[in-house]
């Protein structure tokens, strides 16, 4: 049986249309304007802590972490850990909540786009404007061994590259927040998700991966986890699939990084064609 994939959460960032970001060495000229990020679906997870919530991660700001679970004042968290950190990086960041309940990936694929993928001609080579996603499977506890799972994967992988196809059409470019690998099990959802994505992205899926979490383990001929790269396995909790705020932390410092840079890199280019346009 397929199982249903949740859509997380999903940001639609659209850049302004001059300005550039000012570096740390101060470098670079100012943005003249903020970056503007409109928020939707559901948050990632909520301040009630449970295993399959957490199961992906969380993009919450630890000041805010013990706030009661409710799904706007989870946004909210998200949105200013996310504000915060492009501040940090010299980027000021307008961001703006529109809290719903989870919506299907495949849902929104077979309602939108009828499950098909768009044809050539359709496709816009110089994006506008970009998404960055964090779905999820229903299900991020069942391994990735699981029959049904390995269902639900192949639809997940199948449902991306349609909908970043069309997002391309659209004009966005879509970066995809890699899930945090657990370590309850080599074969862990988190892990099939991972691969999913990638496999996506092979098949053709116009998509960017941040997110990265710069953690690792193995695993030993009993299945057992072993550390590696100084990472501390208490960080994913009693059921090694919990990250922690510091795994959660780590999360948005690499998609503002990732944000960062490639909202400097943008403006410059922008700021070098208008230097030719003018000299002509």
Not at 58 to 83: E, G, Y
Not at 232 to 259: E, F, K, M, W
Request: aromatic fraction near 6%; hydrophobic fraction near 40%; include cysteine.
């Amino acid at each position: 049986m397929k199982k249903r994939l949740a859509a997380a959460f999903l940001l639609a960032v659209g850049l302004a249309a001059c300005g550039g970001g000012g570096d740390d060495s101060g470098s670079a000229t100012p943005a003249s304007k903020s970056l503007t990020i409109s928020m939707y679906g559901k948050p990632v997870v909520s301040s009630t802590t449970t295993a399959v919530a957490h199961s992906q991660f969380s993009l919450i700001s630890a000041a805010v972490a013990a706030d009661t679970s409710n799904p706007a004042s989870d946004a909210q968290a998200t949105a200013k850990s996310l504000t915060d950190a492009l501040a940090a990086r010299g980027v000021t960041a307008d961001i703006t909540n529109q809290v719903v309940d989870g919506t299907a990936l495949h849902q929104i694929v077979t309602t939108e786009y009828n499950g098909k993928s768009p044809t050539a001609d359709q496709f816009k080579t110089d994006p506008s404007s970009w998404l960055i996603v964090n779905f999820q499977l229903d299900d991020m506890v069942t391994p990735m061994s699981d029959p049904a799972q390995q269902a639900a994967l192949q639809q997940f992988t199948a449902d991306l590259l349609v909908f970043s196809q069309w997002a391309a059409v659209a004009g966005k470019a879509v970066f995809v927040v890699q899930p945090i690998l657990t370590c309850d099990s080599m074969y862990s959802a988190a892990s099939g998700l991972s691969n999913a994505e990638q496999v996506a992205q092979s098949n053709g899926a116009p998509i960017r991966f941040t997110g990265t979490v710069p953690t690792g383990f193995a695993f030993d001929s009993n299945g057992s986890p072993v550390p590696f790269n100084g990472t501390d396995l208490s960080h994913y909790g009693a059921d090694c699939r919990t990250p922690d705020a510091y795994l959660q932390n780590a999360v948005v410092d690499s998609i503002a990084d990732d944000i960062a840079l490639a909202y400097k890199e943008q403006a410059s280019s922008a700021s070098a064609a208008s230097a030719a346009s003018a000299a002509q």
